[in-house]
């Protein structure tokens, strides 16, 4: 399966008609798509998911309908989604015709039409339509191509749960075989009840032969007991997978939360400086005037240098007490002159207003020292820009976080509600569990006590029918043992395989690789690190960080994916929202190797540009979501590169 | 000389007593309204502004009770360079009309940008300053 084109008209957030380009290079697997939180990311993944396997139960296909588009009355919400597989090219889409009903949009069934090589396919019935979406990829496999990052943990929760051995039996092909067994299973039943039947009209011990049948419906009602809780316990784990998805959200959510919480305490903590720096900056601006004067106060101290010199003054006061009225030039000291030394003489001794004020601003110096206040003061203001241009950083992953964590305010109760589903859930499997384990020990002794009166009452029988439907089922319980064993090799062998290849991965992945040596998967399914020193620890028990989880979960999934060895694309959503610097750059390294046509939506808080830069040779194309700006409910798909 | 050029006992007054609720009282941009006064005053000085109102009937202090020796410092310093009357009472007239129209051009200043931006109002003193000093020092004063 090589997708080419998604169309998406009328689709959540896509107004109208949007089309996005899958096609790559040669050489060039990967295709990357950016956008902001709740523009259409995830809804371009689930529209893939829709595309091929319908809506999900319990879903409201209402809710698939663009909302601008409800309220204009009748219409068509459709996604369609073309590719190549095994050489053929394929259309398929997927359409839901509504209407309006007393003011309430009304979605009809959703239908499937689907073109080979531009041939409609007559596909009318369900089972038909499942049978030929499962031919081309079936929808369990599918969570090995189409994965959501922030849910993969699942694999590495504990207690190891049925995920990874389900896993495993669905892309080795073992289901089939359990089919297949199954079936046979079936006809040794069928056998069984025959043969007790004809038991039972040709023995000479009637008696005998009623109570054989008696004891093969015993078995048969212990077998309908055992599948009932079959179905109760599958009912409990779907809850149980449920509630696991929820508590992951609200643990990314969680994390979140806590981000937001350190980011308000580093805000209130530059408030607190920034209010700090305005306090000092007010008691500073009591010297802001002498600050202002600066120039001035220099300027004065250096015109106080030329006021009338002391020498000047003595010599003055000399000439105008001596009596020959003579000057030191020899001239003699008229009246007029005589004044004009006095009034000279007078401002000096009065001392004159620039030196008043020469000394005044040497007051005012020692007061202010401007030099030192000037520096202080412009330290002050680029330590209050600092703070501030922090500040606006804080507040803007402040708020762009509040987006992403949405009204959740509730979000304790919620989860107290939903872990106790979950517990009720744990409950109910471990009980179903525990019933299924008695009747199984019942099933197996009635079974054999009934196989072996019907075998004694047979050998008595020398009736050829009798001996022939004897053999007949005799064959098929060795086929059925065979067949068992058989299982039980192919498995344990598989599991290894996936194991060694999840451990190749890991290695390539894990931001630590001197300290393990790959992923054991256990007779019991669970997931298990192997240390250098030869450890063997669980997961669980390796206290991962939600980053180290995801590479973990990462590399089993890119194990399983290798191991279907299908021609399908890899689709990741929100790829690496918990991974740290190291777990990033490996997982980002490892993209183009994981298909040979990898989707990558991502947002523009988890991946950026310097991100991308090791594996750019390796993008076919780029494409942005983003709100429309001339409708906010629209989102718009353009192509970036 | 020694004694300051306006009286002592005269009041410092304004006619923008909400700049001043508004700088001083609300935004908290300083501790008390000599500190703004003085400002004002440099400003009006060194840009040569001088309001044109004509009343000021709101107090801010009585100079007497001045005590910060360097507010009474650059009120001394400049009332001596920029106040020409030759009476004391309208030389306090004079400042006052200084410092409002100082404070008019900082209030300007702070309604345009928002926020009063020191380092803009020193950069653009300081470029005013050297021609403004050489005129303010060469003229004849009363006192």
Known sequence: MRLQKLVLNNFKPFYGRQMIDFSTEERRPLILIRANNDVGKTTMFDAVKFCLYGAPPRIDTVSYINRTVRKEGEGRTFVTLIFYHGGKHYQITRSIDFSQSNGETVAERVK????????????????????????????????????????????????????????IEMVLGIRELLNAKEDLDRIQRNLGHELDHLLRKKARQKEAAEEVESLANEVDNLESSINELDGRTKQAEKTLAECDKELSKYSAIREKINQRKQL??????????????????????????????????????????????????????????????????????????KEMFEKTLDKAIERSPLQYLGEKTDELFNEAPVDTLEKEFYARIAQLRDFESNLTSVKGAIKKLSEE???????????????????????QIECFEKEKKQKEIQFAVKRREHDREQRKLALEESDIEVTDKR???ESCQACN???????????????????????????????????????????????????????????????????????????????LNRYTAREAPVIIDTPASRLDPIHKANVVRFYPEIASQVIILYHPGELDEKDFRPIENYISSEWLLKRNPENRDATIILRTS | MSSLVIPEGYTLRTAHADIYAELVD?????????????????VGAILNIKSDQKKRDHDLIRLSTVTDQEQRLVIDILSRIVCKEPDKIARGRELLAYADGGL????????????????????????????????????????
């Open chain 1, 264 to 337: 308000e305490q580093q805000r209130d903590q530059l408030l607190e400086q920034i209010n700090s720096n305005k306090d000092e900056q007010r008691e500073f601006n009591r010297h802001l005037a002498a600050l202002l004067l600066a120039p001035l106060i220099r300027k004065l101290s250096e015109v106080r240098e030329v006021s009338i010199p002391h020498w000047k003054r003595v010599t003055l006061s000399m000439l105008l007490q001596d009596p020959r009225n003579v000057c030191v030039c020899r001239r003699p000291i008229t009246p007029k002159i």
């Open chain 1, 471 to 473: 053999e007949h089922l």
């Open chain 1, 481 to 559: 043992e065979a067949m068992e064993a058989a299982i039980d090799a192919l498995v344990e062998k598989s599991k290894r395989k996936v194991e060694e290849l999840a451990s190749k991965v890991f290695m390539k992945l894990t931001n630590a690789p001197d300290l393990y040596e790959g992923i054991q998967i256990t007779p019991e399914y669970e997931l298990k690190i192997v240390t250098k020193g030869g450890a063997i620890r669980p997961v669980w028990d390796q206290a991962p960080s939600s980053g180290a989880s995801q590479v973990i979960a990462t590399s089993f999934i890119a194990a």
């Open chain 1, 112 to 167: 499937l039409d689907a073109r080979v090589e531009g041939v409609p396919q007559v596909l009318e019935m369900i089972n038909e339509q499942n049978e030929f979406i499962e031919a081309i990829l079936p929808e369990d496999a599918s969570q090995f191509f189409f994965f959501d990052g922030e849910n993969i943990q699942k694999y590495t929760k504990h207690p190891p749960r049925k995920h990874i051995k389900d896993a």
């Open chain 2, 26 to 42: 609300d935004k908290k941009l300083f501790k008390r309204s000599i500190h703004l006064f003085t400002v004002a005053l440099a």
């Open chain 2, 104 to 143: 008019e051009k900082i209030w300007k200043d702070y309604q345009e940008v928002g926020v009063l931006d020191l380092p803009r109002l020193l950069e653009k003193l300081k470029g005013k300053c050297s021609l403004r000093i050489a005129e303010l020092l060469t003229q004849n004063q009363p006192w």
């Open chain 1, 405 to 427: 964590i949405g009204g959740r305010k509730d979000l304790d109760i919620a989860a107290t509600s939903v872990e106790k589903t979950r517990a009720r859930a744990v409950e």
